[in-house]
DNA sequence: ATGAAAGCGCTAACAA
DNA sequence: TTGTTAGCGCTTTCAT
């Protein structure tokens, strides 16, 4: 066990070629005669040399590497945004180089500018308004955002936001429900989307949403948030989530609170995480792809650093899956047996 | 918006200094002065300059980058692994080049190695058992096993494994049970502690352990396997799961069939996973201390890289969560109501 | 088919 | 205090 690695410069001295014919033989840039072939290939192997990435780069300019900034790993939508990327990345022969900015709106520039200087290219997820994300741009490196984005000219990709909501309100709808509430979590610009689906949903029906807000997109901010949903001035009997943690935890919170889900009240999420699948009731959802985002959102990326240009931005279609945490309104039977 | 970043050269002159001293100047390793070091500032505020890490890392030959190899991001305990690995790795100033080998034991190694090859140093979590990862030794780098190895002579951090199941296996021994199973994960290396720690608690009280094994440390896996488990000819009236995705599985598939839970079957998962709080019932499980496993293999692995040697490895103590899926046990009474 | 030599952008002696 | 210079390990013309 030597602890400086060969180099390609031991390979030539020691195949007796020069260190051009070595480099060439490497990254199979040119072919030579059989017996040099022979010799490099018996030496590469006898020496254990292993051509230096960075040396590498610094010439090529090109890493290999992708950066990835998300907000919070512990976030199942984000778990499976890595999930995808980095088995695109993978199958492309890149690596991922991975920040999480915990949802730290202060740290997050400077940690995605120094990230920006080490990769090839970046897929970049954030809650910063569009205004204040120009920056981005003078990255000087591909960038493409994980979610729609209507002024910066970057690819980008995210769901029917307002969709999925406008679905969930339907679904609610047809179910009987009347009075329908909306736990948001504000801070993301996606929210006021999926405001707008529901409560153009409900426009419809001549009905207003009840708009509540959770101080984070977790568990136990739902939690938190519940008591004042439920128990406030205007009960509702339906509640959408923001995503599916804030549903997670609002249900765990009802249900200590003494109501019967979903007879007192129905509860959706929205991502699908894949816990909802083993919550009780089972969570009533709408799948919005986010494995898939991160294959595509790589994917697009990966295109971009080949030089092609493809469609600017790419809208996923949200899906509905029903299970059992939203259920027909029976209207006002005892809260309690 | 240029597409060449400016270089050392280019503030070196536009501020008439050597390029030298730009370097020891943006390093901070030598002070100028005040009228030097004014017009450095300007120059290269002005030139949005900004080092190339990769040449500074060809020589110094450190790229202040971790690696950290990891069997599947959507296992809750890699989650929480990668969580704190991420936090102290920025606390630090390095950067996470993450891998995820998706639990497929045929690329770890040559993705192990690849990654060897971009990072001062690797946090590698793997199943390969201690006679097969003798190569791990051979990459160069320092590295940290995130499992308790005996014979590899590397630093590493694990959990007390048999301890764990040997609390979970007392705990329901003080609950009255007298015919519990282990529904393990016969792949990973670990399960043969925690089957020992489980058959050594029972033996204590001159009871034998049922084993049996899922196909995968997952939720999925944990459904499947339920039925061999509660409908084979000797039901038990406990399980003790591998982890907590498994032990979510079966609880659901087990009521699925008919089974209350806990009254009918106590379960119990390891892991203390985020959504174990969420089932129904909550799960019993036992903290394993992922995030602080991420954080300690981290530190570690940052101590070694600036020379420090402290001591080869740690094992972290499991602590006992009881929650409501373990319950007295009150013999065979009503299968169902 | 193979090699010589000029750097990539930077740091680290060593000089001045 | 500041500058000169020799590389780090590699790729890439341009020769031979």
Redesign the interface.
Known sequence: ???T?PTIRDVAVAADVSVATVSKYVNGTKRFSPEVELRLKETIGKLGY?S????R??ITGR?R?IGLAILD??NPHF??V??GA??VA?EHDY??????T?ENPT?ERA?IE??A??VDGLVISSRLPEDESAWM??L?KPVVMLRHVHELTMPNIGIDNRLATYMLARHLLNLGHRRIAYLGFGHAPINDERVRGARECLAEADLALDVYDAHAPT?AAGEQACSKVLLGPRRPDAVICYNDLIA??F??EA?SLGFRLPQDVSVTGIDNA??G????PRLTTVDTQSEKMGELATQKLIDALSGQTDTAHLILEPRLIVRESTAAYAAAGPKKT
Chains 1, 2 share one sequence.
């Open positions: 066990m030597k602890n690695s292993r230096n990435p960075l040396a780069s610094m890493t590497t790993i512990s778990t499976n890595v999930k980095n088995r993978l690596t991922l180089l991975l920040v999480d915990e740290r940690l120094a990230l200087q080490r741009l003078d000087n568990a997670l935890g249900m765990k249900k894949p816990y699948e083993y919550a009780e």
